[in-house]
């Protein structure tokens, strides 16, 4: 049976936040995530030798935190100039193991690329569906997108070369995007102006003048046809909103040399290689 990772996720550049500012992005996020309950509650913050400090602990000195958190150079060393990180989860073994778990990876700060992802789950380990709800999923892109100064957001499902192999009987499989098999997405208002919704999928006004689009308004099920249709309908806006058009290039397959040929692993599963 496939199972699929459930992300919300953004890219921008450039960015001028500063650590503090950074910081206090984080902890207001944070604070706004936790009331929606189960899995985006119960938060710690990952310091830069990967150390899980509750949030009571972390929060005065969180700027700290993120400065220590800069990115580093291909030597490894700390380069500041290019963007601080904050990260968050609600890891917490053996109570909260990683497929009942949420993290938060922001890169900001940096005049080059910057990125965000809120994942439920965790490596080899996808989420278990009774916290993959609309309204969990929802309330949280709501909290992004009133706080962070992003041209849009994205919330998705992925599997393994979704874009080879169709997940859903009966429907063409998903082309490949960055926007992956698009649940609900964010538009910021000028991204949304001008913008002609298509009948299958549902729009609302969104956070600071946006839009929020929606495939479906229960938990993305990309082994449903009609569900995955209408992802892709909201995926393709997504790509012609933010990306102009362009879809960017499928991934090369996922090559193993086994007894001198190789073989293509992308769709095995961390189980099957046990």
Avoid at 213 to 220: I, K
Avoid at 240 to 257: E, K, W
Wanted: charged residues 20%; negative net charge; contains cysteine.
């Amino acid at each position: 049976m496939t199972r699929f990772d459930y992300s919300i996720s953004t890219n921008w550049t450039p960015d001028r936040q500063t650590a503090f500012e950074i910081g206090q992005n984080g902890v207001k996020t944070l604070d706004l995530l936790n009331p929606i309950g189960p899995p985006f509650s119960n938060w710690s913050i990952v310091d830069a030798s990967e150390t899980y400090i509750p949030m009571e602990q972390a929060r005065d000195h969180v700027t700290r935190l993120v400065e220590e958190n800069a990115s580093r150079d291909d030597y490894g060393e700390p380069w500041p100039e290019d963007g601080h990180n904050f990260w968050a989860s609600t890891l917490n073994p053996p109570a909260v193991p990683f497929a009942r778990s949420a993290s938060l990876t922001v890169r900001a700060g940096s005049p080059n690329q910057n990125y965000m992802i809120l994942k439920v789950g965790g490596f080899g380990a996808p989420p278990e569906l009774d916290l993959i709800t609309y309204a969990g999923f929802r309330a949280a892109l709501v909290v992004l997108a009133s706080i962070w100064p992003c041209r849009w957001f994205s919330a998705c499902a992925f599997s393994n070369n979704y874009w080879r192999k169709s997940t859903a009987a009966g429907e063409p499989p998903a082309p490949y995007s960055g926007f992956h098999m698009t649940w609900m997405s964010y538009l910021s208002a000028p991204l949304a102006v001008g913008l002609t919704v298509p009948p299958d999928l549902i729009s609302e006004p969104g956070p600071n003048g946006g839009l929020i689009l929606s495939a479906v308004t229960e938990r993305l099920d990309p082994t449903n046809p009609d569900h995955l249709h209408r992802s892709k309908t909201l995926a393709d806006l997504m790509v012609d909103q933010v990306n102009g058009g362009a879809r960017g290039s499928d991934p090369a397959p996922l090559l193993a040399l086994i007894d001198g040929v190789y073989y293509d692993i992308s769709d095995v599963s961390l189980d099957d290689l046990k």
